[in-house]
T-cell receptor, first 110, second 114 residues
Framework: GQSLEQPSEVTAVEGAIVQINCTYQ??????LSWYQQHDGGAPTFLSY????GLEETGRFSSFLSRSDSYGYLLLQELQMKDSASYFC???????????FGAGTQVVVTP | GAGVSQSPSNKVTEKGKDVELRCDPI?????LYWYRQSLGQGLEFLIY????????KSGLPSDRFSAERTGGSVSTLTIQRTQQEDSAVYLC????????????FGPGTRLTVL
């Protein structure tokens, strides 16, 4: 079967750095995406990795190692507004089918 | 420009009734996705469209679920003979159509089956 594993919850203080890991086992792999979802809101796109390495977008960075079937999202200089759920998602076929992980709830405390 | 819109925003129905959920994607987006999200859970893929075609319907939970897309734009997700376990938020997303493209999500339809 297909699976994406990520921690269920991470708690950190403002200004800290948080790393959310995602390991995947899927029938196909075309890329790894990360989405943020605030309570009651819709998911919004954060980043996409198709090739190995680190992608940096402001305070957020995403890493992929295809040989390890592993990626992570790095949140730096945490702010209260970063409290949300973060989902990793794998594109599993050439048409663009996505498989999402169960999400990681990030709680930022003062 | 307008984002993805969904209607209704909330739907309460009785067990056994049929419901129809609508998604209006961003203009020009050829790919359209339907997901289901239960409270506190991740996103469960249901179906996606490239244009009017649905290459993969394997995510539909049962034959009570069906979806169509006409004119490469609006899509409807129909649930027949609703059951209580169908209660969830149904999210629609669209993208330009390349698998690397960002998906833009609508606000969702919260379905409650009594």
């Amino acid at each position: 079967g297909q699976s994406l594993e990520q921690p269920s919850e991470v708690t950190a203080v403002e200004g800290a750095i948080v790393q959310i890991n995602c390991t995947y086992q899927t029938s196909g792999f075309y890329g790894l995406s990360w989405y943020q979802q605030h309570d009651g809101g819709a998911p919004t796109f954060l980043s996409y990795n198709a090739l190995d390495g680190l992608e940096e977008t402001g305070r957020f960075s995403s890493f992929l190692s295809r040989s390890d079937s592993y990626g992570y999202l790095l949140l730096q200089e945490l702010q209260m507004k970063d409290s949300a759920s973060y989902f990793c998602a794998v594109t599993t076929d050439s048409w663009g089918k996505f498989q999402f992980g169960a999400g990681t709830q990030v709680v930022v405390t003062p | 420009g307008a984002g993805v819109s969904q209607s209704p925003s909330n739907k309460v129905t009785e067990k056994g009734k049929d419901v129809e959920l609508r998604c209006d994607p961003i203009s020009g987006h050829t790919a359209l996705y339907w997901y289901r999200q239960s409270l506190g859970q991740g996103l469960e893929f249901l179906i996606y469209f490239q244009g009017n075609s649905a290459p993969d319907k394997s995510g539909l939970p049962s034959d009570r679920f069906s979806a169509e897309r006409t004119g490469g734009s609006v899509s409807t997700l129909t649930i027949q003979r609703t059951q209580q376990e169908d209660s969830a938020v149904y999210l629609c997303a669209s993208s330009l159509g390349d698998r690397t493209d960002t998906q833009y999500f609508g606000p969702g339809t919260r379905l409650t089956v009594l």
